[in-house]
């Protein structure tokens, strides 16, 4: 349904980018789209990780859809902008970690899409690339500002303002990457990461990413208040209790 799926597989959510015939090129309709899902899988307390994949052999995103934008006027294109920004903020702002699965293409918006997830899997096909400059335009999804936490100043701006492209091993050695999997295998190895985390403590996992998301940036001490909200957070919360005793008792826990 315009261009995005949502899949269940008990705690684990899956948001599929889903125009495999335009390369999951992001139109008006699939960032609406994209928007409503994320805020649906926000509010839901069942799901505890989530994986953002992609339809198709070529691409996991290619950014904008141009054809789309070329027939725009300014006008219009401004008024676009906050619906793209919903999208990309959607899936930033997932409180539940999410792990982008990416194969092919990841250029403009879609790189951006997966530096704004958590955890980055990606297969031998993976190409990565910011090349916004390379037709007048600057990285807007997020861009500038998350491949500079993820990657430092000298990398962030090598990418930026070259607009050239990474290949997996690249991206590996650039810290872009998380994890290296073989051709044809990233979503199956980010559903089984996402399975893993989401057999802890949601309480514990949501407040640890609140944690190391607020914490870039700021000072040491400030991020140590953080890590101490988090703390108390998950400490005096029932799955602290129930993980202690499931641990005592020497079984699994179950977390409500």
Same mark, same amino acid.
């Given at each position: %349904?315009d261009?995005?799926?949502?899949?269940?597989? &008990?705690?684990?959510?899956?948001?599929?980018?889903?125009?495999? /015939?335009?390369?999951?090129?992001?139109? =008006?309709? %699939?960032?609406?789209?994209?928007?409503?899902? #994320?805020?649906?899988?926000?509010?839901?307390?069942?799901?505890?990780?989530?994986?953002?994949?992609?339809?198709?052999?070529?691409?996991? #995103?290619v950014? *904008?859809?141009?054809?789309?934008?070329?027939? %725009? =006027?300014?006008?219009?294109?401004?008024?676009?902008? $906050?619906?793209?920004?919903?999208?990309?903020?959607?899936?930033?702002?997932?409180?539940?970690?999410?792990?982008?699965?990416?194969?092919?293409?990841?250029?403009?918006?879609? #790189? /951006?899409?997966?530096?704004?997830?958590?955890?980055?899997?990606?297969?031998?096909?993976?190409?990565?690339?910011? $090349?916004e400059?390379?037709? !007048?335009?600057? $990285?807007? !999804?997020?861009? =500038?500002?998350?491949?500079?936490?993820?990657? &430092?100043?000298?990398?962030?701006?090598?990418?930026?303002?070259?607009?050239r492209?990474?290949?997996?091993?690249?991206?590996?050695?650039y !810290?872009?990457?998380?994890?290296?999997?073989?051709?044809?295998?990233?979503?199956?190895?980010?559903?089984?990461?996402?399975?893993?985390?989401?057999?802890?403590? $949601?309480?514990?996992?949501?407040?640890a990413?609140?944690?190391?998301?607020?914490?870039?940036?700021?000072?040491?001490? *400030?991020?140590l208040?953080? /890590?101490?909200?988090?703390?108390? =957070?998950? *400490? %005096?919360?029932?799955?602290?209790?129930?993980g202690?005793?499931?641990?005592?008792?020497?079984?699994?826990?179950?977390?409500?």
């Amino acid at each position: %349904m315009d261009g995005v799926t949502l899949r269940r597989d &008990g705690n684990v959510a899956e948001i599929v980018l889903d125009r495999p /015939e335009a390369l999951n090129a992001l139109s =008006t309709a %699939m960032a609406r789209r994209l928007a409503d899902v #994320c805020a649906e899988v926000s509010s839901d307390a069942a799901v505890r990780a989530v994986v953002l994949s992609a339809s198709g052999e070529k691409a996991f #995103c290619v950014g *904008a859809d141009l054809k789309e934008r070329n027939a %725009m =006027t300014d006008d219009e294109i401004l008024a676009q902008r $906050p619906v793209f920004r919903a999208a990309f903020g959607g899936v930033l702002n997932l409180p539940q970690p999410v792990i982008a699965a990416v194969h092919g293409y990841a250029l403009g918006g879609g #790189c /951006e899409f997966a530096l704004s997830t958590d955890l980055i899997v990606a297969d031998e096909t993976a190409v990565f690339g910011l $090349p916004e400059v390379s037709v !007048g335009l600057v $990285p807007g !999804g997020g861009g =500038t500002q998350l491949a500079l936490r993820r990657l &430092g100043p000298g990398r962030a701006a090598d990418l930026v303002f070259t607009g050239r492209r990474l290949s997996i091993d690249e991206a590996l050695a650039y !810290g872009l990457v998380d994890r290296k999997v073989p051709a044809g295998s990233a979503r199956e190895e980010a559903l089984t990461l996402a399975g893993v985390i989401a057999q802890n403590s $949601p309480i514990a996992v949501r407040a640890a990413k609140r944690a190391l998301r607020q914490g870039a940036g700021v000072s040491l001490d *400030a991020g140590l208040d953080l /890590e101490e909200n988090a703390w108390r =957070t998950a *400490a %005096m919360s029932p799955d602290r209790r129930e993980g202690i005793a499931a641990f005592t008792e020497k079984r699994k826990p179950n977390w409500g």
